[in-house]
């Protein structure tokens, strides 16, 4: 048999009893005749603790030095379970992102992967070790300094690894089951997805479905990693991700995939933009600059009475007030009457392959949205993705109307926990 | 100016406060015109709350899966120290032992530093950078694992940084304001000493002062570093340790260096060793092979009628089981009565270069103990160190007739804490 990847993220190594669980799943998996590698994130908060601290030293810390503090989290968290494993009777070794051969460049704090040389990791299976990898961390090529790889990154690191290593599959635990077709604490009748395709993925990470980061999922398309998701507290069969397309005849698979939604944004709305060639532009520009991240963006065709027109984007809360910012200093220079921001929306949407070849689904959730009551702001559509903003109070409505209005809801319900798998 | 080597131990960096304090110091001696590079311990109880942890998982932890979560906790501490000089305005990068050129034997736990390539540091300090080094680590030279150097790495680390990197001085800095005649907390009016000679403190290492390891004390004297033992807590001066002999006009350099204690060991006593050629060495044969430390041994003259005699040594009271056990098993062949364990001894010793040209000290010494009603189990004398074994319940006594009768007390007592430096 070849080698797999095991992620376990935060969540399923909190503490010692977390820790020696894990070294069981992993051990059995080796005992079944893989070659197993693991990575495995820092336990818990211990992240946020360490982020804490450091907020205690210094309002901004050294890019630099911020990496090499929280990189001490995922050695404390690999330490441990190298011993757990060791003490059921099998070798392992763990390995910093350094030592795994994790080449990212240098941008500190968001990473990016570079190259992976894994040399001591296939070393460490010839001997017939179990590899455990820390993940979230790198080195950076020029400077070898160390690095992290920011939200996602442990998944990309498996991944990464994975596609390395040529894997036969990338397994990521945390404490869900898989790919849901909607958030159970919202639709307690979301059914988990057996399969989906990594497109489908992609549209459901950049939703707001938190247990894969995009990141990650491009990486595995990349590299065609099958990944899958499953919990380290069962035994379950979680999700496929594969490059595997919807086939028409196949019954199981639904038109939609899922139902996702994000809290996370905010909207802006620049009114009253003199509708000339180059406005637009510039104000994009001065977006751009400021290094905000846009996620949808509207243009109304201008009254042709005033040649003025208001332009409306979403971008993540986070992001808003230096985003405001950025644009009252080019206020002058691009004309406009006033800015408006408001962070009382969510994004809801449907996402699926299916649609492809099926007319009438946007109709379709239109409806079923206006007999829930659900105002729409925005519309954003992608091939396979239709996703609407709507007033924040009114997501759960929205994201359970789709989910009916699709025959998403399984008469079979099981109590799940819904939750992100942190880094 | 040239470089100045600084270590700070856990508990001059326990928390925010501390690291921020340290911070100053570093940036004052950087403003004062040196190069200077921080070798600093892991926060506070760090270590010990690592241990534990990997005590929950596993009873026997892989050695170098231990070495490679305890050099979390210096990871933790420098970076923030690193990012509290950032924040001084200081530019500051934060080194592993690895990255350091710390470069180790492959023994797990108390890796011997082999060589020191410290490239890294010398180009952070070409660019006018604070360095900043983890204390207690380094790694393999063979296998590129990480490894951590025991007992007083820290200060080790930092005296074999100051050889490699030819620095002026090597500061050893912790919560006690220097070397005391005697431990304040059973003498309080022990008198810091100004300097010792490297041979002094070895021989104060050895018998029990916390204050510096031996290790570091000896990589010292081989590489001719002079140390300035002094506290993070105050300005002023500590205890230079340098190869200044003792001259004998000088009015302040006191007979006695000081007295030392020591509590942490035991005495075992073979009763009826047949007094034959090799006997005695079977017996140290055995615990050798025990990989048992032996400190102080006296063989008593055998009593004619018998033709038996009785063996004594003293050992780490960690080691006494081991010790036991190991000489059980070579009863038969050795052929002795019985043995006697004591754990309930301490070692009270007088160390001075100036014992050298000064006749009686020896008599002074037992004269003194007599007087305060110790009785004395053991002796052991070298050049410039008399050793005895009394009750522990005496030492506290011993200590103080001794500092007395060699007119090492102070009129002029101040409060002090007393402390080891942790690692």
Redesign the interface.
Known sequence: MGIVVQKYGGSSVSD?EG??RVAQRVVDAKREGHDVVVVVSAMGDSTDD?IA??Q???????P???D??L???E??S???L???I??LGQE???FTGS?AGVITDGTHGKAKIIDVTPG?IERALEIGAVAIVAGFQGVSQDS?DITTLGRGGSDTTAVALAAALNADVCEIYSDVDGVFTADPRIVPSARKRDRLSYEEMLEMAACGAKILHLRCVEYARRYQIPIHVRSSFSQKTGTWITDQEVEVDDMEQAIIAGVAHDRSEAKITVVGVPDKVGEAARIFEALSDAQVNLDMIVQNVSAAATNLTDISFTLPREDGQHAMTALSRVKDQVGYDSLLYDDKIGKVSLIGAGMRSHPGVTAKFFAALASAGVNIAMISTSEIRISVIVDEAKVDAAVTAAHTAFELDSTDVEAVVYGGTGR
Chains 1, 2 share one sequence.
Do not use: D, H, Y
């Open positions: 010692a820790v020696k360490l601290l450091a205690q030293i210094s309002p901004v810390p050294a630099r030095e911020l090499m503090l990189t001490a989290g050695r404390i690999m330490a441990l190298a011993m757990a060791g003490n392992a070794r763990s030592q001591r070898k």
